[in-house]
């Protein structure tokens, strides 16, 4: 089988698509299938080599409607020898090249990608589920519509969790082509901590992982570090929100204690987890965030609002704790209980490993393999 697989981020980027991607392009490889991979990139110096399948690449600083056609085009280009194209981000510029490549296209969908872009422009402040109950202005009722019409084109949506699959529903898409196929990590070991130059202070180390931005709420990660003398805070990632955040460290006198390590390779990414004591995500919105199984697949107890799919594998005080996503002064009480009682962490972390040990990557491969063998040409 010839797959080509479209996505908008890909290593060094980090985030859902940009872990998903490079695993399920090995393994589709090794069980003998064809792959190739397109994607946006900042990147251009980035070793390609160490993949087993060739990474082409758009720079994604070229102007807006120039990329957008240039995508089109190398998609087109690309896809004429595939059997079936793979879409994990670019939606709009994939159904356009499927019209003229006339190939089945198969879309993984892990957030609304509409809501996104309304929210980042600063059109709408309505929560994701209230985004879509409710009717907006011209632009915003625009975007709504692109959305349901790229997903509609798709001969089978496949989903990282129920609660979306719930949501796509009402976009237009018959039940029988929507498949939840829950998300997967890679067994690791012997993973070396990296090294955080923390105060001596510092008796519980938290990490979170993720694209600063508002949704995030690490500005409410770095206030709660603030009430606690003894609590550090890793944030791994980068966007647009860092200057505010670093800033409000410092504003906060918790500079020396909020260590922000931007962007990271996957392997320095889980040597940050392993070099900590507890994971979380303070999120208004999630899918089912691959950050949650790495962490808990490096046995790590987590802490995470309860929002989307994230109680899809969060069961409250048995693998980790939900929270209310605006529960203004929790997260500092969470942390003071956890500082407090190693117990109820080790209970927690153990949890942990045991939930990330079902979700084996074998499944993931075998069942998205199945979808793309039934829709190919």
């Not at 908008?8 to 940009?18: L, Q, T, W």
């Not at 994990?88 to 609304?112: C, R, S, T, W």
Request: net charge positive; hydrophobic share 45%; proline share 5%.
């Amino acid at each position: 089988m010839n797959v080509l697989i479209v996505t908008g981020i890909f290593p060094p980027d980090i985030g859902g698509p940009a872990t998903y991607v490079p695993v399920i392009s090995s393994e589709l490889v090794k069980r003998g299938h064809k792959v190739t991979v397109l994607t946006l990139s900042d990147t251009f110096g980035y070793d390609d080599g160490s993949y087993s399948f060739p990474v082409h690449r758009i720079r994604r600083s070229i102007f807006k409607p120039v990329r957008f056609l240039l995508t089109v085009v190398r998609i087109i280009h690309q896809g004429r020898h595939a059997q079936v194209l793979y879409v994990n981000g670019l939606y709009l510029e994939a159904v356009i090249a499927k019209f003229f490549l006339h190939k089945p296209m198969v879309q993984k969908v892990v957030a609304d990608w509409a809501w996104e872009r309304a929210s980042n422009k600063g059109w709408v402040k309505d929560t994701f589920e209230e985004f879509q109950k409710s009717r907006y202005c011209l632009k915003v009722e625009v975007l709504k519509a692109l959305r349901s019409f790229c997903t509609q084109r798709a001969v089978t949506i496949i989903l990282p969790s129920q609660y979306l699959a719930r949501w796509i529903a009402q976009w237009g898409v018959p039940e029988d082509k929507i498949k939840v196929v829950y998300n997967a990590v890679e067994a690791v070991n012997g993973v070396q901590p990296a090294h955080l130059a923390m105060p001596p202070c510092v008796k519980l180390k938290v990490v979170t992982i993720g694209r600063l931005i508002p949704l995030k709420q690490i500005d409410v990660l770095i206030e709660a570090v603030s009430r606690l003398d003894d609590v550090g805070l890793v944030v791994v990632g980068d966007g647009p929100e860092r200057e505010r955040l670093e800033e409000l460290a410092l504003a906060l006198n918790v500079a020396q204690r909020v260590y922000f390590a931007g962007m990271r390779s996957k392997e320095a990414t889980l040597s940050f987890l392993s070099a900590c004591d507890l994971f979380v995500l303070n999120s208004t919105h999630e899918g089912f965030p691959y950050s949650i199984l790495e962490a808990m697949n490096i046995g790590l107890p987590v802490v995470a609002s309860a929002v989307g799919g994230i109680p899809e594998i969060v069961q409250d005080g048995e693998n980790g704790l939900l929270i209310e996503p605006n529960a203004n002064g929790r997260l500092a009480k969470v942390f003071l209980s956890l500082l407090s009682s190693p117990l109820k962490r080790q209970h927690l972390a153990t949890g942990a490993k045991r939930t990330a040990d079902q979700f084996l990557l074998a499944a993931v491969v075998e069942k998205t393999e199945a979808v793309l063998r039934e829709v190919r040409q």
